[in-house]
């Protein structure tokens, strides 16, 4: 098990970006992932991934606009995030890295499409738009809600999107686990880091591209050795749309881990890490 991470900074176009790492700097760039957290988290959400992948080093950076960071000045859409992750790795000299996103991470990956990185991962991956995906209905009324509180006074709207309320019916929507101790832990981390984000506008600009993007329309794009680890019971990217995303990624192999659904950062990190070494232990040195 890897040790807690360091918190380091680097600079970038002008502001300092946070992030945390995991193992030393001395591990080679082959085993070195940078990991991209999912919408309205924060680089702790993928901590106990990290911690798995013994003898990595792993850099997680804050996604702009979440866990106290600012939002892009540019504004908060895939496209100008893509170019951040771009910017980051450059920033660090990062090249022939793996490069991994979990969620809305998995579109911002997607998106930038890195061409020298030596894999790309991604977990729990977005397959199809949600406003397209299994549950369309929802995700138009999340939609709605959200712009309702872009358009309330300041302190309805963040009430709107930060209640506990809110919070509770998506984790329990969400986590699938029967361990009712690890439900709890889920919970609170939600409690904690759900709300994190900085404006109101910078989270509902990403949570728009949120149910609009996707990763299947930058599938063709992807032309790096790829893992997709994804959940048997994901509601919100099916193992069929899951299925069909891998066969439009050449040199992609699926990974479907059973009994869990769009948390696998959080129920089964351990599996996720195995998933992820036996894959990078199988390709060129």
């Known amino acids: 098990m ?3 991470p360091s918190l380091r900074t680097v600079a970038m176009c002008g502001r300092e970006q946070i992030y945390a790492e995991y193992g030393s700097p001395e591990i080679d760039a082959q085993h070195t992932i940078v ?27 804050a996604l702009p606009g979440f866990g106290g960071t600012p939002d892009l000045a540019a504004g908060d859409s895939v496209h100008n995030y893509a170019a951040w992750l771009t910017e980051f790795v450059g920033a660090l000299g990062l090249t022939g890295h793996v490069i991994l996103g979990h969620s809305f991470g998995s579109i911002i990956v997607a998106e930038a499409a890195a061409t ?3 894999a790309t991962i991604l977990v729990n991956p977005v397959a199809v738009a949600a406003n397209n995906g299994p549950h ?8 709605g809600l959200y712009r309702l509180a872009q358009v309330l006074p300041e302190k309805a709207g963040n ?6 309320i809110h919070t509770r019916i998506m984790s329990v929507t969400m986590a699938k ?4 101790e690890l439900r709890r832990w889920i919970h609170r981390q939600h409690d904690n880091f759900y709300g ?6 910078g989270v509902g600009e990403a949570f728009s591209e949120s149910v609009h993007r996707s990763v299947g329309e930058n599938a063709a794009r992807i032309t790096t050795p790829t893992l997709l680890i994804a959940g048997e019971r994901d509601d919100v990217a099916t193992p069929s749309d899951q299925q069909r995303l891998a066969h439009s990624i050449a040199n992609s192999e699926l990974v479907v881990l059973p009994n869990v659904g769009h948390l696998i950062h959080y129920e089964q990190p351990g599996a996720a890490a195995a998933a992820i070494v036996d894959f990078l232990d199988r390709l060129p040195k």
């Open 2 to 4: 890897t040790a807690g």
């Open 35 to 61: 990991m991209v957290h999912g919408l309205r988290g924060t680089w702790q959400g993928l901590d106990r991934i990290a911690r798995a992948l013994t003898g990595f080093r792993v850099l997680i950076p």
């Open 116 to 118: 020298d990185v030596r």
């Open 136 to 143: 369309p209905v929802s995700a138009r009324a999340a939609e």
């Open 159 to 164: 009430w709107i999107l930060r209640t506990p």
């Open 177 to 180: 686990t029967d361990n009712p």
């Open 196 to 201: 994190s984000y900085t404006t109101r506008a």
